[in-house]
């Protein structure tokens, strides 16, 4: 079975400053590996995703998350924080053969001071 | 449609009555998701079609839960003598057959249970 852990109920940064959103997975098979992103009020967005391509991806936003394998960790990261960035982000997991629904993280909430 | 659609957007019933929550998934879309966000929790999964048929509906919480799906597009979930651990957001989504770009989620429907 998969999960999910995301460390940190809530990060605070300041404008500006690196955002780093920790998110560690288990699985028993090769996964793929998701971050949402979800603003007061609205559904989930999909940030970025792995799929056994290039371990770095980048996705929207200026968002980009490093797949290690060997620590398990899919960790979601942008040099420069905007206020616009203030949301809820969640991290997935599924095995990679598809056909089975995404187990997500319980979120973090990312604020960014002025 | 353009998006995943769910109504109604917010709903307040009394404890013991019987709620339907409706998905319509973009079209074209042959899986469809449902997961309940209560706050803190991140999102529970419920159940998932393919098509019409659930392969998995093993995150339902009690009998009183059920869904279905017909036509291979709208999706109604039904909750039958509502208490009041049942408020949280329900969310729908929908993705390609096996789910593998990721889901398109609507804006949920809130529950209020009172």
């Known amino acids: 079975a998969q999960s999910v852990t995301q460390l940190g109920s809530h990060v605070s940064v300041s404008e500006g400053a690196l955002v780093l959103l920790r998110c560690n997975y288990s699985s028993s098979v090769p996964p793929y590996l998701f971050w949402y992103v979800q603003y007061p009020n609205q559904g989930l967005q999909l940030l970025l995703k792995y799929t056994s391509a290039a371990t770095l991806v980048k996705g929207i936003n200026g968002f980009e998350a490093e797949f290690k394998k060997s620590e398990t960790s899919f960790h979601l990261t942008k040099p420069s924080a905007h206020m616009s960035d203030a949301a809820e982000y969640f991290c997935?997991?599924?095995?990679?053969?598809?056909?089975?629904?995404?187990?997500f993280g319980k979120g973090t909430r990312l604020s960014v001071i002025a | 449609g353009a998006g995943v659609s769910q109504s109604p957007s917010n709903k307040v019933t009394e404890k013991g009555k019987d709620v339907e929550l409706r998905c319509d998934p973009i079209s074209g879309h042959t899986a469809l998701y449902w997961y309940r966000q209560s706050l803190g929790q991140g999102l529970e999964f419920l159940i998932y079609f393919q098509g019409n048929s659930a392969p998995d509906k093993s995150g339902l919480p009690s009998d009183r839960f059920s869904a279905e799906r017909t036509g291979g597009s709208v999706s109604t979930l039904t909750i039958q003598r509502t208490q009041q651990e049942d408020s949280a957001v329900y969310l729908c989504?929908?993705?390609?057959?096996?789910?593998?770009?990721?889901?398109?989620f609507g804006s949920g429907t809130r529950l209020t249970v009172v």
């Open positions: 997935a997991v599924s095995r990679n053969s598809g056909n089975t629904p995404l187990v």
């Open positions: 989504a929908s993705s390609l057959a096996g789910g593998v770009e990721g889901y398109t």
